[in-house]
């Protein structure tokens, strides 16, 4: 990227999810515009294949495998980042994943594990990296939400759409409370964008696509690169006066108000 205004040379970045979709995309596209990088991933062998990736572009990258729904690796991976980079001036809590079930069948133990994963996973992160980013007067946090942070979207996401709502609020309370100590927390708002396990879901039910389609006015799915963009302009001083942003990223889908799928009588 040309413009200094996006120029995160000298940066330390912290993403979770790293291993594929959303997670790498952003991590390279850090990465390419100068940050260097610890990544993050249950997933052994795909963190490692991102931080490959992270290196051609002439950058730092260390691998670590996480699971971000445990307090205590979270704790661990921040004691790691502190004797790798020394700093932290940008984290994005991506990772995460959903266990579907109707509202009257789901098992409370799948609802607190989701719960664990995506909103006790993402505080203990921002708790961990707003410490060190206060210290040091500036930082940028991003916190991954979804459509299902602010509209219902039926189809078993009950414990999903509890938990990217509570992520919403988490990102909004951050940013009042730690906008003067210079540290910034936004949150993206993704509609669909294709991974394995929508893939899997389409294919397994061919005519989803179709009902998501109608749901995006932009006419097609997201690709895990339509947030480089985004993920660079929160990461930089691009965007130094942007704090507690709820923004989408969804084709279209929220401003059409058209994401959920009511439930009929059979
Ligand atoms: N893809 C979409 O349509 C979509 C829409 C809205 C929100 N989101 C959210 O965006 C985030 C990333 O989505 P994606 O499409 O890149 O998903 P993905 O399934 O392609 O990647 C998720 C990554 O997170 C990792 N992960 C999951 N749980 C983890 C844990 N507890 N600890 C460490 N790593 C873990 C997985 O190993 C995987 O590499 C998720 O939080 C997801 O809920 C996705």
Partial sequence: MSSTLFDLSGKAAIVSGAAQGLGRAIALSLAEAG?????????????ERTAGEVRQYGRRAVAATTDVSEPDQVRALFARLDEEFGRVDFLANVAGESIMGAPEAI?????EQVWRNLVLGRFCACQEAGRRMLAAGSGSILNIG???SVTALGRGHIAYSMAMGAVVQMTRELSTEWSSGGVRVNAILPAQVLNPSLEQRIAESPPLAEQFLSGIPAGRFGHPDDIRGLAVLL??????????????MDGGNLAMNAGGTPRRKT
């Fill in 35 to 47: 940050a260097d990088l610890l990544l993050v991933d249950r997933n052994a062998a795909g963190v």
């Fill in 107 to 111: 098992t409370l133990a799948d609802v």
């Fill in 146 to 148: 979804s459509i299902a």
């Fill in 235 to 248: 990461a930089s001083d691009a965007s130094r006066w942007i704090t507690g942003a709820i923004i989408p």
